[in-house]
């Protein structure tokens, strides 16, 4: 239906009036209904190749019997365990449908429409969406041009210059997705003890296993530190459980208890509660999908060194290259391919592609079919 047919628009929040739902990576199934094809590939999405935890596929799987009961709206296993992996009390924590979910608490919980947010230009999409469908006002600041950091990260010193009174919440992702970038220790540090009081400050760090890198920080050693320190947590990357929806925020515990407030009863179902608890005891498996990573990231490098692209250097499980050209053009050449990868010019970075780290066969697909689209 076109926009101006639609009567029911003036009755949305304004925040919502304004919103584009987020686009998400075309699905498998999707690409190969429309184009008649099969073996399509996706590398769009953030996904671990290799799955998850085989336990936590089995924990799942029995806990569909209970399935007929609600889940413990605490999520109390789930929780005790966590504590002990962060080495954090029980009433720090707070779980959410994803960390999606998380992230939106919080902004019902800080953000009104007399309130702004920071974040930065080509962060997460999500932090717009949420933002805006409480009426807040986003104040986004320019990222790295190169000359100061590395180009397209955030720009802590922008993001400060934004931060006033009416502030109350900053996001940072740690790397960033789509850019890949991330912040050291001491310069997020920094940052996050020159905030005045008044301003909660989420470090978003989704790809956190996965950043090998030595001046990469923790964020949640700091919460002790910094009580306005929000860190979230998923299991939809490294733990290969995306399409189960856990994610988790680490707080202070009176922010805990807020997010808690708005909290849906029961945002973790029960497969997805018990999935995730055994997912954490298998840290063999983890460091195996982390390993076979760095390698799949090493390998689209190289293949991007060859087809003489330059790209982001990422910290995460995807990566993205500069095609010289529209993004879209590619984009779509590579659907035809059966290759799916993510154009990334609503995060306006219009040239580039955002492709995940796949299987080794599916990198090499993809470069081969890059190399064949660019020729
Ligand atoms: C993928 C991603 C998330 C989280 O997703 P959930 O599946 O909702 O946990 C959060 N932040 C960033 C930066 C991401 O890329």
Redesign the pocket.
């Known amino acids: 239906m076109p926009e101006a047919d639609n009567h029911f628009l003036d009755l949305a929040a304004p925040g919502v009036r304004a919103l584009q739902p987020y686009q998400p990576g075309k699905p498998v199934t999707e690409l190969e209904r429309e184009f008649g094809i099969c073996n399509a590939i996706k590398l769009a999405s953030?996904e671990n190749p290799f799955g998850p935890a085989p336990a936590a596929i089995a924990a799942g799987t029995a806990a569909l019997q209970g399935i007929a009961r609600y889940p413990e709206g605490s999520g109390h296993a789930l929780v005790a365990r966590l504590a002990e992996k962060h080495d954090i009390p029980t009433t720090c924590i707070t779980l959410?449908n994803?960390?999606?979910?998380v992230?939106d608490l919080v902004t019902r919980v800080f953000l009104t429409p007399q309130h702004e947010a920071v974040f930065s230009r080509h962060a997460?999409a999500?932090y717009p969406i949420s933002v805006q469908a409480v009426g807040a006002t986003a104040r986004v600041a320019a990222a790295h041009d190169g000359s100061r950091g590395p180009a397209w990260g955030h720009d802590l010193d922008a993001m400060r210059a934004l931060v006033g009174d009416d502030t109350r919440v900053v996001f940072i992702?740690n790397p960033?997705?789509p850019t890949g970038t991330w912040l050291t220790a001491a310069e997020l540090e920094g940052f996050i003890a020159d905030l005045p009081a008044h301003v909660m400050v989420v470090v978003?760090e989704?790809?956190f296993e996965y950043v090998g890198m030595a001046d990469y920080p923790d964020a949640s050693r700091w919460l002790d530190k910094y009580p306005n320190l929000i860190v979230?947590r998923?299991?939809?990357?490294a733990y290969g459980l995306?399409g189960l929806?856990v994610?988790y925020a680490l707080s202070h515990p009176g922010v805990a208890g807020l997010l808690n407030r708005v909290r849906q009863p029961f945002n973790v179902n029960l497969v997805a509660q018990a999935a995730a608890l055994a997912a954490l005891d298998d840290d063999e498996h983890l460091t195996e999908c982390v390993r076979r990573n760095h390698a799949g990231m090493q390998q689209l490098v190289d293949g991007f060194a060859k087809l003489e692209l330059s790209h982001i250097e990422s910290a995460g499980n995807f990566v993205c290259v500069d095609t010289g050209r529209p993004g879209q053009d590619v984009y779509r050449a590579l659907l035809q391919e059966g290759v799916i990868v993510r154009p990334v010019d609503n995060y306006e970075m219009p040239n580039h592609l955002r492709v995940t780290v796949g299987r080794a066969d599916e990198n090499a697909r993809f470069l081969a079919a890059l190399a064949k689209v660019l020729a």
């Open positions: 953030n959410g994803g960390s999606n979910d992230l997460f999500v992702a960033n997705n978003d989704a790809y979230t998923t299991f939809s990357k995306a929806r994610g």
